[in-house]
């Protein structure tokens, strides 16, 4: 019998795992590990992470302005821990942790099919860059 899969804060270690859960899914601006590591602590921010025994099996960062506004900025689950309720003990631990009362997301791929099991609306969400100097906008 395998352990228990526990929640708990991220502590500064966690980020070397969390990035490599990142970087496997694609997402290359997780590249940067000192970047990252503070990111996961910055003020304002609760990082929540999902471990069995040593291994990190997920992760979900939670930016909020401590008033209004709580965003789930990553959320992160290995691929071998999935399907057993992980995802949904993240976002309770997150609702725990922060007090909020509602999280925003942005999400992509198969993001809306997970997330559509929850209370809550669907929204549409954009991810601006900067202009190109020179182009219109």
């Known amino acids: 019998m395998s352990a228990p899969i526990g929640i708990r804060q991220f502590i500064a270690g966690d980020a070397v795992a969390i990035c490599a859960l990142c970087r496997a899914e694609g997402w290359d601006y997780w590249d ?3 970047r990252a590591s503070r990111a996961l602590k910055a003020p304002g921010v609760t990082t929540l992470v999902a471990e069995r025994g040593d291994e990190l099996l997920g992760a979900v960062q939670v930016i909020t302005d401590g008033e209004i506004n709580w965003v789930i900025d990553a959320m992160i689950v290995a691929p071998a821990a999935r399907n057993e309720g992980l995802g949904a003990r993240l976002l309770e631990a997150a609702f725990q ?3 909020a009362n509602r ?3 942005q999400t992509e791929d198969d993001g809306p099919r997970f997330y559509r099991r929850f209370p809550g609306r669907e929204m549409i969400a954009f991810r601006l860059y900067p202009p190109t100097p020179g182009k219109p906008h």
């Open 97 to 99: 942790a922060t007090g």
């Open 103 to 105: 999280l925003d997301l």
């Open 32 to 34: 940067d590990l000192d």
